[in-house]
């Protein structure tokens, strides 16, 4: 079993930087791939980013490439997913969900664990 408690988000303006956390606790974070999703109102769980078991692959949707970057430290078992120039359309709560595999996906159903969610909000 694998705890995840995401944090760091909260409302923001049209343009601004914000860091999202994500704390793992329970099994060897190191043989999880990790990855971020997220929900607007009423709109399914989309992919945002993942990351590799190691870290030495990384994946974005396309609606984020160039603006968010995912991280992860294996030593204190924490994801992050930093994101730059954000824009109203990023509103949503967003997930942490973790894969028992090294690489990460692009499907939600192919993550094992998640998180509670944390809600950004981004007015323009």
């Known amino acids: 079993q694998v705890q995840l408690v995401e944090s760091g988000g909260g409302l923001v303006q049209a343009g601004d930087s914000v860091r999202l956390s994500c704390a793992a606790s329970?099994?060897?974070?190191?043989?999880?791939?990790m990855g971020w999703f997220r929900q607007a109102p009423g709109k399914e769980r989309e992919f945002v980013a993942a990351?590799?078991?190691?870290?030495?692959?990384?994946y974005y949707a396309d609606s984020v490439k160039g603006r968010f970057t995912i991280s992860r430290d294996n030593i204190k078992n924490m994801v992050y997913v930093q994101m730059n120039s954000l824009k109203s359309e990023d509103t949503a709560v967003y997930y942490c969900?973790?894969?028992?595999?090294?690489?990460?996906?692009?499907?939600?159903?192919?993550?094992?664990?998640w998180g509670q969610g944390t809600q950004v909000t981004v007015s323009s």
């Open positions: 969900a973790a894969r028992r595999a090294s690489s990460g996906s692009y499907y939600a159903n192919e993550y094992h664990y």
């Open positions: 329970g099994r060897t974070f190191s043989n999880y791939a």
């Open positions: 990351i590799s078991w190691n870290g030495d692959r990384t």
